[in-house]
């Protein structure tokens, strides 16, 4: 009996919750309790268990029941305050409300549709982010039936509901919103929402049924990628959306806005919008102080998406700079509206990453008397900001004064110093009192941060971006703000003398160097990899102890190579976390420093350190001037580092250490980029098999090229087609060849020259120091820039690409002509390869040229083999066109292009894939007889990437590589379909393979269900 009684008893925790509920419940109004109590009432009409028990469901089909329901919850929702949804009582009983409407919904009875709808508008908009709370799926799917209603009563309030919903679940788990994004698939929710686009006629729809859909679609394409390709693929969608926004109201307009600026999430939906040559100046045009601030400010973000890649931000600067850069000035200008200014300082911080005339419009516009505005816009007077400024005092007011704009005003001083040149301040007409006020405060805020005991505290968050802007200014190809910045950061740290860096050098090396628990702290590295720059750049004689800081900086940039120090500038700087919280796709952004900006600031020190020092070996005592380390002491300078750093340079690393690590090897005398295709060419040359030019030295032997190679890579070696003189050599078993000669001038020294002809071929040199000053001076006659620039020493030029190898840089010059043979395709459609350029000969594609080397492995092989067509006009490729094309392309550049596996890829059908995937496979066929070094591995690898992003074409690919033999090939196919077996057996589509690959597809599921822990 007493156990019994002891169990019927609640337990602590029932109680509690018992006593937690009560309590819950006292807080509701008396007015609020009688309506729930009515609620309940009604909901018990319809709302019952299944079989007695288990999960509740909403049973009635009852017109007036449905219709009594939702007028009790529309007047228990309104009763609700923010504090109230808090509720656990409130929660249940939403939870309920929430069954209840997920059954009523499917009703068609179109009065109770109507009142369904717009009761779930009102409980949507009422619980607001909370409603991430409650199981949802259901109601998604419900809500989404509904949007192709011929009632625009019932789809209008519908769309707003369930744009409500979606809204809150930008910051959603990723399974989450998968299991949301299937509900809207099998309802066809994209579908419906386009089709009331394209169909919206003003004279017959509402204005709110529009701006609904467009919101709507704006939400479902801002979280899922997947939805964009059916946007901007829709040509006649676009179209009316670009009539709509330059036709309709502003209100309409901002919307639309707000939906281009989801849609150019993706890659290909940004160069949509980009074509549209009304839309842009339209776009330019909102962003002007005639519209609302609301709709200026989806202009401005409208500009960032577009912005973002080097590739979106040439298109939209080249040819709209002047509105774009006005509108942003004018957003910047207006003060007292912080949101504007805000969204301003975003856009301008995007399109001054990369140089452009833009620059120029923004200095005409005055850009530093803005960005001075912004960061005294809390002083008093004019007069007092000025003062405060110009003595660098502005940061010793009370941090809770500072406004958390500033960090975009440094970001965005940084960028415009480091694109500057002399030119660009010459439209200020010598009017710089403002930018030297800004780079004097700048320097005010290194002071905090370089002494160990300052008064003023700042977060890491304020000081990173303005010491990056600091070493931007440093870096800039503007002597004045170079001067200016060097003068002004030596007066706030010269007074800590000698002490500043090496208690950042030891603050350094235990970091990294003595660092026991290998728990960096990265951001603090960064702080200090910074400030060295600074440091060394502007203090030329600085007594660092050179061994000991290249040992620690070797240390800090192999770590970072290795991955076991890695920081991104978004880490620690917040402002950067903007407009971007939508998923990207279809788009690959780089920043010139790269992800990893330790690395970066590691390189810039290194390069800066070794390029001011006159190297001293070790061993020898020889004094290295020129920077070139021999072999004995090459050991002290860690041999291990060149080798890494060599190997880096092959790397996908961003351009930024790129160029900075070849920089720092040209010191040793190495110079350049190597690669694949550069280092046939450089066996090319050496070996002197098919020249066709001589190279005429007054104090030497004639040099010998290739015309082909020289007209692509250096032209400037080259006079003109009509000066070229050549005579007829038999060559090569009785085949006659023209012989051009090129007489160089007397002052050309042929040492330099080999050294020009091996950097134009390999792209990639070893200078000692005797011959740097005659192959520097080669190279500037030579426009080799990237060449020049390194045997200067000067400092890699902010945003500048990586030179590639690369024999399509350009056309072949109309005024040169090397025919040499024609490599036909299977189709007989034929590519005319002159000995330097390639013509297309088809009847439905025009004629082009591009440049061809035929001294490649595969024409190499041909030769030596003594084959019959070795010295035919023409060659028979056993190959297709489309295979014959891609052959050509590795020709030129050394690898084989790609197919982005992206939306467009996704989206195609099956055939459509094949088409693009087969070239592939008759490539690897083709290798293994033509001695292609490298293709089979790229045509895999480029398979592969395709296939596992989509298998719709996997199949019918598997049973075209496995009749040429290409078992690699097919491996990777199947097992991009392992996990699909059991589907396709069953549907019968396994009918065409044979046996043994029917046996190798079986194999790989088993051994997917073994790994994934499922069965056969």
Known sequence: MRQAFSASKPSPSGRDKGRRKGAAEQLLTDQALSLRARLHGALALGLTKSDGHGAKKWQSTD?????????????????????????????????DILLAL???????????????????????????????????????????????????????????ALTCILNSLVTARTSTQAEIWEALEKTNAVASVISALQNYTHDVHPLNYLTEMISLLRSILWIWPSSRYHVWSNCNLMAKLAQYCLSAETTVAAKILKLYAALALCGNGVMVLLKDEELIPKICDLMGKSHPSVTRIEALKLCQVLLRSPRGCNQLITSHYHPIVQGIINAMSEIDEKSLVTEGCRTALLALRYHGNHHRCFWSNSIDEVLYKILAGSCSSEHQTHEMLCHGELFNKDSKDI???????????????????????????????????????????????????????????????????????????????????????????????????????????????????????????????????????????????????????????????HNRLYITRSNNASHLHFCFDGVSCCYLAEEWEGENVILFYGLVVLYNVLRRVSLVCIHCEKNLDGGIVCHDCREYYNEGLIRVLEHALGQNLSPGPKSYI?????????????????????????????????????????????????????????????????????TYEGSRRSLYHVRMSDRVDSHALKKILEYAYAGFVTVDADTVKPVKTLAKYCHLKSLQEMLQREQPRWSSDCPRYDLTAAVEPAEHSFSDIILEAQSNEKMECHHGSCELSTPHVH?????????????????????????????????????????????????????????????????????????????SSLAEFWFLEGVKEESLEVVAACLNSSTNASLEFIGFAANLGQWDLVEAAIGSVAHLYPRLRDSGQLEQLDEDVLNMLRAEYVRYSQHRGGSY
């Open 63 to 95: 017109a007036g029941i449905q219709s009594h329901v939702l007028k009790a919850v529309a007047a228990f929702v309104g009763s609700l305050s923010n504090e109230a949804l808090r509720l656990a009582p409130v929660k249940e009983s939403i939870s």
């Open 102 to 160: 997920e059954g009523i919904l499917k009703t068609h009875n179109v009065s109770v549709l109507i009142q369904a709808a717009d009761v779930s508008l009102r409980l949507f908009s009422s619980i607001g982010n909370s409603v991430r709370q409650y199981p949802i799926l259901e109601m998604v799917s419900s809500l989404s039936c509904q949007l192709s209603a011929d009632q625009l009563r019932i789809a209008v309030p519908c769309a707003s």
């Open 403 to 561: 406004m958390n704009i500033d960090p975009y005003v440094w970001d965005i001083l940084g960028y415009l110093s480091v694109h500057c040149n002399n030119e660009y301040l010459s439209v200020r007409k010598r009017k710089n009192n403002f930018l030297q006020a800004l780079i004097s405060c700048a320097c005010s805020l290194a002071t905090d941060i370089t002494q160990k005991n300052s008064s003023t505290k700042f977060s890491k968050e304020e000081l990173e971006p303005a010491l990056r802007a600091i070493l931007m200014m440093l870096l800039s190809p503007s002597q004045y703000i170079f001067s200016e910045a060097s003068s002004k950061f030596l007066e706030v740290v010269l007074p800590l003398g000698d002490e500043c860096m090496n208690i950042l050098l030891s603050s350094l090396e235990s970091n990294v160097i003595r660092n026991l628990t290998a728990s960096f702290d990265c951001a603090k590295i960064m702080n200090n990899l910074m400030n060295l720059a600074c440091l060394v750049i502007v203090q030329s004689n600085h007594s660092l102890n050179k061994r000991s800081v290249v040992g620690v900086l070797s240390t800090t940039i192999k770590e970072c190579l």
């Open 662 to 730: 070849a920089h720092i090897l040209s010191l040793f005398g190495l110079c350049g980029f190597p690669s694949k295709l550069g280092a046939k060419m450089r066996s090319a040359l050496c070996d002197n098999e098919l020249v066709d030019l001589e190279l005429l030295l007054a104090d030497s032997e004639p040099l010998s090229a290739h015309a082909a190679i020289l007209s692509v890579r250096c032209s400037k070696l080259l006079p003109s087609g009509k000066s070229l003189v050549h005579d007829v050599k038999t």
């Open 847 to 923: 004629s082009h040229k591009i440049v061809l080397s035929m001294t490649c492995d595969y024409l190499r092989a041909l030769f030596q083999s003594g084959m019959h067509e070795s010295f035919a006009e023409a060659i028979r490729v056993p190959v297709r066109w489309g295979a014959l094309d891609k052959l050509v392309q590795w020709f030129y550049k050394g690898e084989l292009p790609r197919i982005a596996p992206d939306c467009r890829w996704k989206n195609m059908n099956a055939e459509e894939q094949l088409s693009h995937l087969k070239p592939y496979v008759e490539l």
